[in-house]
């Protein structure tokens, strides 16, 4: 996609969250601006914090040479899939298969953020949180589960996002896979989180 590499992900995905459980959080983290205004926020803006928060991944991923590759090297991932898309078909391949795939990754992101956001199903509540995750029913397959938002929403650390049988979740059965080949390790459930004095349940699963 177009986003970030790996540590840049994580530093953008942890400074939400935390703005997000503050009990206030400015429109652009918690994707309250009117929809073109938070598209045109998302994709195109950044918030430039005076104190941000300390970002201090672990010293097995901050060091991880792969990581660090991938981070250096992101923008440039492209590049082989393009000239391979121009010595197949040319330019009209490459518009197709790179620029416009990465502008519909990215907006779709951008999409499920929102929606997921303000309008859907809730079963928790955080309380104290400014920002609340809402499920949105359909998605799960094209968004590789992100938009169980009020399940990650309750457990934040959870791989696991669609926690009832009916939540398609098909970034959990990429790690699965990657945990069978040992490329994954030490995956944590809802139940290997500890109980959250602040998590509500509000109803039950209904989808």
């Known amino acids: 996609m177009g986003l970030a590499g790996p540590l840049g992900m994580m530093f953008t995905h ?111 509540h955080v309380e104290g949180a400014a920002v609340q995750g809402f499920n949105i029913k359909f998605l799960g397959l094209i968004s590789m589960g992100e938009c169980w938002h009020n399940n990650h929403h309750a457990f934040p650390n959870s791989a696991l996002l669609g926690i009832h049988d009916n939540q398609a979740d098909p970034g959990w059965w990429v790690l699965r896979f990657f945990e069978k080949i040992n490329l994954a390790w030490a995956i944590k459930l809802p139940k290997d989180l500890p109980v959250r004095p602040e998590l509500i349940e509000i109803k039950s699963h209904t989808l």
């Open 14 to 124: 942890d400074l939400r969250d935390w703005a997000q459980r503050q009990n206030r959080c400015h429109p652009y983290f918690g994707h309250k601006a009117p929809f073109f205004k938070d598209g045109f926020w998302q994709m195109h803006c950044d918030v430039i914090l005076n104190k941000p928060p300390l970002f201090a991944p672990e010293k097995e991923i901050a060091e991880n040479r792969f990581y660090q590759f991938v981070e250096k090297t992101w923008m440039w991932q492209q590049l082989p899939i393009a000239l391979l898309f121009y010595l197949i078909g040319g330019i009209d391949w490459v518009i197709w298969g790179v620029c416009l795939r990465v502008a519909v990754s990215v907006t779709g992101h951008w999409l499920v953020g929102h929606f997921a956001h303000n309008t859907g199903h809730r079963e928790w």
